[in-house]
């Protein structure tokens, strides 16, 4: 596609349940990542992938996050038992190979805003 | 990890007039540093980066200055427009060695006076 799509815009859930949020990165970006933005805030670190592993997942708040890329390009962000500090605006970008190169750069999408009742 | 604090978190300048944003980052590894604006409710978009190796980078209006010994860089906007209104957010990284998560400033909500 011609930028990273995110589905989807809006999620509205209870406390306690599950939920995915979708990122379809750039075509052909190998490198893809999760930032989290609460209101006021700048973007938060989540998960870096490079190709189907996750190269960094380090910024991941705790084990009911949990992120995949099963074949290298779409992405799913999975958390369970969804807590009401969980809202916030859930930003995915994607880059041809990572930020190593001169000419790395993110792309963003416009991100999944998730509310939890 | 890294921390990177930036200020001010508002700045208002009238149009025309130049506009100054400035960071600093704990991380001495730190060797890439971008600079996005978000205008409401949209994506986060590169404006400009700068990287270790270099000390100044301009691009027309928009400039950014590292300095790698006092571990501070800045963003400078000159001639200011209307539409150079929106939230700025500095970020630093360590790229390389597995690790590309940004570490992003909290913003300044820049606003043009006409």
């Known amino acids: 596609g011609a930028g990273v799509s995110q589905t989807p815009s809006n999620k509205v859930t209870e406390k306690g349940k599950y939920v995915e949020l979708r990122c379809d990165p750039i075509?052909?970006?190998?490198?893809l990542y999760w930032y989290r933005q609460s209101l006021g805030q700048g973007p938060e670190f989540l998960i870096y992938?490079?190709?189907?592993?996750?190269?960094?997942d380090s910024g991941l708040p705790n084990d009911r996050f949990f992120a995949v890329r099963p074949e290298g390009s779409v992405s799913t962000l999975k958390i369970q038992r969804t807590e009401r500090g969980d809202s916030a605006v859930y930003l995915c970008?994607?880059?041809?190979?990572?930020?190593?190169?001169?000419?790395?750069?993110?792309?963003f999408g416009e991100g999944s805003r998730l509310t939890v009742l | 990890g890294e921390n990177v604090e930036q200020h001010p978190s508002t700045l208002s300048v009238q149009e025309g007039d130049s506009a100054v944003i400035k960071c600093t980052y704990s991380?001495?590894?730190?060797?890439?540093f971008p600079w996005y604006k978000q205008e409401l409710g949209k994506r986060p978009q590169l404006i400009i980066d700068?990287?270790?190796?270099?000390g100044e980078k301009k691009d027309q209006r928009i400039a950014v200055t590292l300095n790698k010994t006092a571990k501070h860089f800045s963003l400078h906007i000159t001639e200011t427009q209307p539409e150079d209104s929106a939230v700025y957010f500095c970020?630093?990284?360590?790229?390389?060695?597995?690790?590309?998560?940004?570490?992003f400033g909290k913003g300044t909500h820049l606003i043009i006076q006409p």
């Open positions: 970008a994607s880059s041809l190979a990572g930020l190593t190169l001169i000419s790395g750069e993110l792309f």
């Open positions: 970020a630093a990284c360590y790229s390389g060695g597995g690790a590309d998560g940004l570490t």
């Open positions: 700068i990287r270790s190796n270099v």
């Open positions: 991380d001495s590894a730190s060797n890439y």
């Open positions: 992938f490079q190709g189907t592993g996750a190269a960094d």
């Open positions: 075509s052909g970006h190998t490198a």
